[in-house]
């Protein structure tokens, strides 16, 4: 690669990381999850070990987090507050242990002793006492300069104030992690993502008063500045803060040599689910101090420590409840509700295992402690189960053979395809029959890709079917907002909203229309095909007088399963009223006839970000009805790029770079000579 290339690459991840930093520091927000910062700011590091020419003043070598908010007054730090190396396995601890046998010039061996201290996920601080007197507390800010919030840290309950005891030392800045109780947590659910950011969102309030109201407290680790300290080791300096009155860290270990390190870590993986707060790995440090003081620091790290880390997609934990939820087309999924883990900086609750078959084959039980994985986008799921720590009385899980929402019997099918029985049962009922179905059905209805009616959410579907104001699609046009502007939460103006987005959709393309009917394996990519082969809501409906299925077999693209499908669909008497019931209701336009040289033939569009008054889909069939085409990504090929609101940067920044012409949504428009 060009020097000036790989220049750019470093440079963009520098930015992004000080991005991040930022909107954390000054919003206690994190956009990523900590592992892809991890991820960032390890290929940082790799790009500056592999090229020597790298070095910008804002690389995380050079500095350690952003600047502290300017709401506080800000105060340097006698000692910087540094960060720690990462290790992620055995072997990034043996290097660990080797460059220090290295630097120290002895053999390598095994008698370094550390203490091993659980890592609290929180934020830390920095007390400073003066003759046993709290004076000050800093945040730890850009980890030279911190923020002054001495204020809220006094609210903190077991902080103590005024310490007594004759080996106190004179001056003393004891460090640690404010952080608050899982189980305290649980009551806070509802405003912060997780306990990290609610310990940082409390600690940084202008008011003290709202800091007092969140449980937070304060685990004592390390110290900076200090005049006076007589311990000569981390594990004595751990007993003595707990003789001084700070609560320390009860899993704090002491421990000699990698291979014992890592029976700990693994022991503690085991129990993490049931500590009441949160840890993301384990902090060992050299014990002795006149060794801590020879090896120094290298970078804004110390060789001394490093935290070894707990996997960033797996984790284990204890299978609380299994609960089975009902999709639109009747499929029983059971979820797993596990003990609130960590992984990767996402709090994780549920799992989904997948059908009666995954269970049955993992034999995966109520109570069970089993290993968990969360990796990248994918739903979190069960990787496997730890029968030894199985309780004697544990029982087989019986998947039901009644739908846990209607009653009706659960069927598995058999498969065309495959030629085997599925994996999923299902409900047997006629969908509408089934509340969740039906409910599942609604939302499906009203959403993006089907009828779009803006504002109308699944929290409102499920809310206006249990009032009985929705029970079937028609009834959507037919609401009764005089009932619904008395309800809670409702008003004339939010009233007025939703009717006029309601009756801005009462026309519909015969496409979208059918895909909005929500019949199994009819996507958007069949529902077009049909839409283009029936060309009209009457012949389509037609369908359940002339039956002439087989002759769809014609449509390419269209098998055996879709038939068989749009069969069940009209064969259900309930369906045929919905049918007639939404044709006198809504405008369902005929299917365009394909255009060939439209206004955009050959060329080429992307949509990145949020656009006003009109949907992605919308946008996209608009595209192919003017004989254009829309890709996926940004490369050479792509004629337009459409910006929305938010767009993401990287698309655009690629856009610029290929010098692809890049337009807003009124431009689009422009080209069709529609006006916005
Ligand atoms: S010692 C020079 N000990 O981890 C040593 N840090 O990445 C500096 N942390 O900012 C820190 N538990 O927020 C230390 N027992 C522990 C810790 C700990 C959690 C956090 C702390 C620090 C970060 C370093």
Same mark, same amino acid.
Request: charged letters at 30%; glycine letters at 6%; a positive charge.
């Given at each position: !690669? ?156 077991? &902080? ?20 608050i109780k899982n189980s305290d947590f649980n009551n806070l659910k509802e405003k912060f993502a997780n306990p990290r950011n609610a310990a940082s969102g ?141 992984i990767g900086g996402v709090l994780v609750s549920n799992a989904t295992l997948h059908n009666e078959d995954e269970i049955n084959r993992k034999d995966i ?13 994918? &739903? ?22 009644k739908c846990p929402s209607c009653g009706s019997k659960t069927i598995k099918e058999y498969n065309l395809i495959t030629k085997k029985k599925d994996a ?246 422009? !080209? ?5």
């Open positions: !690669m060009k020097k000036n290339l790989i220049k750019k690459e470093y440079e963009e991840r520098i930015n992004a990381l000080s991005y991040y930093n930022k909107k954390y520091y000054d919003n206690n927000f994190s956009e990523i999850s900590d592992a892809e910062y991890d991820s960032l700011k390890k290929k940082i590091l790799d790009l500056e070990n592999k090229y020597k020419f790298l070095n910008s003043k804002n690389s995380p070598t050079q500095s350690i987090g952003y600047m502290p908010s300017k709401n506080f007054k800000k105060a340097r730090h006698r000692v910087p507050m540094l960060s720690l190396s990462n290790a992620f396995s055995e072997s990034d601890l043996l290097n660990f242990e080797k460059k220090i046998s290295n630097f120290l010039s002895r053999n390598l061996s095994s008698d370094i002793s550390y203490t091993a201290e659980p890592k609290i996920d929180g934020i830390s601080a920095s007390l400073y006492y003066k003759n046993g007197e709290l004076i000050r507390g800093l945040s730890r800010g850009d980890g030279k300069e911190g923020e002054d919030i001495t204020a809220n840290l006094l609210t903190i309950k077991n &902080i103590p104030k005024n310490i007594k005891f004759k080996d106190f030392p004179e001056e003393i800045d004891i460090r640690g992690e404010v952080f409390s600690l940084r309030q202008k008011n003290p008063q709202d800091t007092k109201k969140i449980p937070l407290r304060f685990i004592a680790y390390t110290f900076g500045f200090e005049k006076g300290l007589k311990v000569n080791n981390q594990f004595e300096y751990l007993k003595r803060l707990k003789v001084w009155g700070f609560e320390t860290n009860p899993l704090n270990k002491l421990i000699t040599g990698v291979k014992n390190l890592i029976k700990n870590y693994e022991e503690v993986e085991k129990y993490r689910a049931d500590i009441d707060f949160d840890i993301d790995g384990i902090v060992y440090k050299i014990n002795d101090f006149a060794l801590q003081k020879r090896l120094g620091y290298v970078g804004n790290a110390p060789r001394w420590a490093i935290a070894h880390k707990f996997s960033s997609d797996k984790a284990i934990s204890k299978i609380l409840d299994i609960d089975i939820q009902i999709g639109r087309t009747g499929a029983l999924t059971p979820v797993a509700k596990i003990k609130p883990i960590n039980r109520i109570g069970d402690t089993v290993t968990v994985e969360r990796a990248g986008d994918v &739903i979190p799921h069960i990787l496997s189960v730890d029968v030894k720590k199985r309780q004697k009385d544990s029982s087989k899980f019986i998947f039901p053979n999923v049962r299902r409900c047997s009922s006629e969908g509408y029959f089934c509340e969740k179905i039906s409910i599942e059905k609604l939302k499906h209805f009203v959403s993006k890709e089907a009828f779009n009616i803006d504002g109308f959410g699944k929290k409102i579907v499920e809310n206006f079917w249990k009032l009985n104001l929705i029970k079937f699609p028609q009834d959507i046009f037919k609401l009764d907002y005089k009932k619904i502007e008395k309800l809670e939460g409702w008003g004339n103006l939010s009233v007025k909203n939703l009717k006029y987005s309601i009756d801005e959709k009462k026309k519909i393309s015969l496409e979208r229309f059918i895909f909005s009917l929500g019949i199994r394996h009819i996507g958007l990519e069949n529902a077009k095909l049909l839409s283009k082969y029936f060309e009209s809501f009457s012949q389509f409906k037609n369908l359940s007088k002339n039956k002439d299925y087989k002759e769809l077999l014609n449509i390419d693209g269209i098998g055996e399963t879709q038939v068989n499908s749009l069969k069940i669909f009209f064969s259900n008497k309930t369906n045929i009223s919905v049918l007639n019931e939404l044709g006198k209701i809504v405008l369902i336009k005929n299917a365009a006839i394909e255009k060939t040289d439209g206004l955009l033939k050959k060329k080429t569009f992307l949509v990145t970000g949020k656009l006003n008054g009109i949907s992605r889909a919308e946008v996209k069939s608009l595209i192919e009805e003017n004989s254009g085409v829309t890709v996926s990504s940004v490369s050479k090929k792509l004629n337009y790029l459409i910006v929305g609101d938010k767009p993401t940067k990287r698309k655009v920044e690629n856009a610029r770079e290929l010098e692809i012409q890049i337009i807003d949504q009124n431009q689009f428009l422009k !080209m069709l000579n529609k006006r916005s």
